[in-house]
């Protein structure tokens, strides 16, 4: 399925979700660094996460609330989220996640805490293994709003920042080459949620990369975003109208994105 809905920004948006690291170690890496300094990237610097730990976090980027979760158990909440909005204006998701159910966990998952979508076999469908992404690729078969959940390991998680920065390299690289699939798609690279759970300030490291970028100097967007500023500029972009929680009031990331005409 090539990109059918066309977004006031982008047409495509591809989350990368690292783990448990505050702004200021995320920003001193080379790497992440390096990506927020090129003419189509923009550092998001005042970006907070929500909560302490990590679910409430992902659930709130789907969801527009953390529903007051405060830890990482399984819960299955029967209400709409960001896909209900996607799929009623035929805007097309998938979650990729490494290694499911291997060196995988459900926390972040936050589709798997749905009950409209765990109870519907096509929804479960399109949670599927990250390997299959690059078969996506290849077949010009990616979704408009990919949500990538990198391993254990790549996310940070269970290792480090420079772990997880040399295989986000060595995965992002090469897939800016692939002109089909960046085309008008907007990378957005966030982590979840601080590693001290007594950091209640939760300023965390998020940017974007890519062709919507406005072509210029070096962008450095104060804006104050959290994680309901990524489910409103999902929303925004395609007109998908509103979960009226959390989203209602947060501030869409379009500072230094074109609109297309
Ligand atoms: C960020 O985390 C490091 C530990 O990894 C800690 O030393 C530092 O104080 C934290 N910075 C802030 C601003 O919380
Ligand atoms: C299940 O999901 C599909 C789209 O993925 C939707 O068209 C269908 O209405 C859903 N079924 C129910 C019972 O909600
Ligand atoms: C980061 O993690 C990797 C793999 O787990 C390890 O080899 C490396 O020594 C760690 N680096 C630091 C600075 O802790
Ligand atoms: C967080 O605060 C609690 C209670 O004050 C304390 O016991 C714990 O050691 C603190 N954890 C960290 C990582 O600072
Ligand atoms: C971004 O801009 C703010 C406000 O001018 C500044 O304090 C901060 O150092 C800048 N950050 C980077 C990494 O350029
Ligand atoms: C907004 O999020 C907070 C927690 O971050 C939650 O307590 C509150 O219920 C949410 N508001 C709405 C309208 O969903």
């Not at 679910?55 to 399984?74: H, R, V, W």
């Not at 209400?79 to 009623?88: F, N």
């Not at 805007?91 to 159910?101: G, L, P």
Request: contains cysteine; charged residues 25%; hydrophobic residues 35%.
């Amino acid at each position: 399925m090539a990109a059918t809905a066309k977004g006031k920004w982008f047409d495509r948006i591809v989350l990368i979700i690292f783990e448990n690291t505050n702004y200021t170690d995320a920003i001193a890496n080379s790497y992440l660094k390096e990506i927020t300094t090129r003419p189509n990237g923009v550092l998001l610097s005042e970006y907070y996460a929500v909560e302490h730990p990590s679910e409430p976090n992902y659930i709130a980027q789907i969801a527009g609330s953390t529903y007051g979760i405060l830890d990482d158990e399984n819960y299955d909440i029967d209400d709409e989220t960001l896909v209900d909005l996607l799929e009623k204006k035929g805007v097309s998701w998938k979650c990729y996640m490494e290694d499911y159910r291997k060196l995988y966990a459900r926390k972040h998952n936050p589709f798997f805490s749905f009950t409209p979508i765990t109870k519907n076999a096509t929804r479960c469908a399109k949670v599927v293994n990250a390997n299959r992404l690059d078969d996506d690729i290849k077949n010009n078969q990616v979704p408009q709003l990919v949500y990538y959940v990198p391993n254990q390991n790549n996310n940070a998680h269970d290792t480090n920042i420079s772990y997880a920065s040399a295989w986000f390299k060595n995965w992002l690289e090469p897939k800016l080459k692939m002109t089909s699939f960046t085309h008008k798609t907007l990378f957005f690279t966030v982590f979840d949620e601080s590693a001290n759970d007594n950091d209640t300030v939760n300023h965390i490291y998020a940017s974007l990369l890519g062709d919507p970028v406005t072509k210029d100097n070096y962008h450095n967007d104060t804006t104050h975003y959290t994680h309901y500023s990524f489910l409103r500029t999902v929303e925004d972009n395609w007109d998908l109208g509103s979960l009226n929680r959390n989203d209602s009031s947060a501030t869409p990331f379009s500072l230094y994105l074109n609109e297309q005409h």
